[in-house]
């Protein structure tokens, strides 16, 4: 897969305007300031494909990027206090419409800071992956601003946070200094050709 051919091709921000799958579906999901925009360009090798903003809640639509046969597709941010009430229905319906839509999904990228435990919302995104028997691997952002005995108590940390997820794939990431990019193109590229092969 080329991972350097990647183009922007739409955006969707209302449930009515989503419209059917075509091919396979590349999904990243985290909290708002999780890193999911700065993973995107890494893992694509660009600067600014994905919009990077330093106030979370940035992200308000699904956006979708078009490369080599699948369509990767950015959601909203989901657990930034200052959203308003109107906003998190308009995301929740969003959600809902998205994953309700028989989408030809062939994993979920759901990203977690390394630095912190779980938040109940992302655990209640695992839960629902799992549930719903979506494949998804979890990707753990931010280990450059670990020190190693750090990490180290984070690494034991997870092991105990994550356990009801034990074949999630995991990927410790940094868009600093490109920890991870390897195995999650390669986690990606695995999902992608089981799915091909499926349509």
């Known amino acids: 897969m ?23 579906e590349i999904v990243f999901s985290g909290r708002s300031n999780v890193g999911k925009s700065s993973l995107m360009n890494k893992l694509f090798n660009r600067k600014s494909l994905v919009r990077v903003s330093a106030k979370p809640g940035k992200t308000v639509t699904i956006n979708f990027f078009s490369g080599d046969g699948v369509w990767f597709v950015d959601l909203p941010g989901y657990g930034y206090a200052q959203t308003s009430f109107g906003e998190k229905q308009r995301w929740s319906k969003l959600m809902e419409a998205y994953f309700g839509s028989a989408r030809a999904i062939a994993l979920v990228v759901q990203i977690l800071d390394v ?14 992956l799992q549930e719903s028997e979506i494949p998804f691997a979890i990707i753990l952002t931010k280990c450059d601003k670990l020190k190693p005995t750090e990490r180290k108590k984070r690494e034991a940390a997870l092991a105990e946070e994550l356990a009801d997820f034990p074949d999630a794939p995991r990927v410790f990431f940094s868009a600093e200094n490109g920890e991870g990019v390897p195995a999650l193109k390669e986690v990606i590229e695995q999902a992608a050709r089981a799915a091909q092969k499926e349509i």
């Open 2 to 24: 080329n991972f350097n051919n990647i183009e922007y091709t739409t955006s969707f921000g209302t449930e009515k305007q989503i419209t059917p799958s075509t091919k396979p």
């Open 115 to 128: 630095r912190h435990a779980p938040s109940a919302q992302d655990m209640e995104m695992l839960q629902f």
